[in-house]
């Protein structure tokens, strides 16, 4: 096959990730690719575990991107904590919970599941009955914000009933981050994972991953290896830790480069502001919806910020209203998964594309989109 060069079409992605990324980003990763031990690219490492540890509100030392997207964070979080045998209480209320339950499964130990229905936020009482039954659980897992739902969790309450047990808590914060305030100390989160092409505004590939010294004991008491070589934590920080750097893998330089750009621009704007700009985006997109008709499948005080789940109106086919974004306006939103699969869209206002104009335009486009079927708000 003959093939030539490859042009993106134009797109706004307002989908649950990635997230339009902007050419500060792009700029970045365009420059000349450095050794992977170069001092000048061990110095930029340096910046990265810094402004990691900005993002992730911490101090701990083990704080690295791991060389793959949010998925790898997850697999090296759980393959690192959990040894063979071990219990391990997962708190499930959609796709990404699910997802750890199986990585549970895969790395020798027993996920007992605390299940919410899709849609709700995990119950710390229903977890704390089910720590009362398992009271020799090692690890409590959860997602902090469920991007297959839209729904936020309290952290801090379920890292308070998780450690009252004894156990180590673990926080998927792949579509937290940016977003919404995530607090690793704070809460005493013991270990966090995240991913860059949500709400950082950077390409896919990288996940973020921070861990205590209460996780640190736990990944260096380990009867035995990790059943992982390439997410091998031990191995990771001997190349990403302070002393003399050892090669492990090759890191990914250049998309390496766009996570510092990226967070530079995070801290030029502040923390805080991103979460009131994700949030101010948000209601001003809840208020357009509710103009046309359109209602949130999540209640208010639950809601993400940065992921906006609404419910498809009766006689609507939804998938026609996505492809019709995508063709007439080159929007990209998300469809429900797996119990929310043909219920609800999934509009994401992630990162740097949480702005008016994107709110603007995704209003447009699905006021034509909807009249195309013959909707009247
Ligand atoms: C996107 C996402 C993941 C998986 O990240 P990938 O980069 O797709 O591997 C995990 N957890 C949550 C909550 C996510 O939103």
Redesign the pocket.
Known sequence: MKTSRFTPPPRVLLG??PSDVPPRVLLAMAQPTIGHLDPAFVGMMEEVKASLQYVFRTRNNVTLPIS???????EASLANLVEPGDKVVVCRN?V?GA?MADIVGRVGGTAVLVDNAFGEAVDPDRLADALRKNPDTKLVAF??????TGVLSDAQAIADVAHRAGALVLA?????IGGVPVETDAWGLDAVYA?T??CLSCP?GL?PLTLNERALEKVKGRRGKPHTWFLDLSLLMSYWGTGKRTYHHTAPVNLLYALHEALVMLQEEGLEGSFARHRQNHEELVAGLAGLGLEMAVPAAIRLPQLNSVLVPAGIDEARVRADLLERFGIEIGAGLGELAGKIWRIGLMGQGSNRRNVALCLDGLRAALAAQGYRP
């Open positions: 649950p990730g793959a997207p949010g998925s790898a964070g997850m959609g990404f997802r997602v902090h914000a469920e991007t297959s998927d914060t792949v579509t937290a991913g092409q949500k896919p996940s």
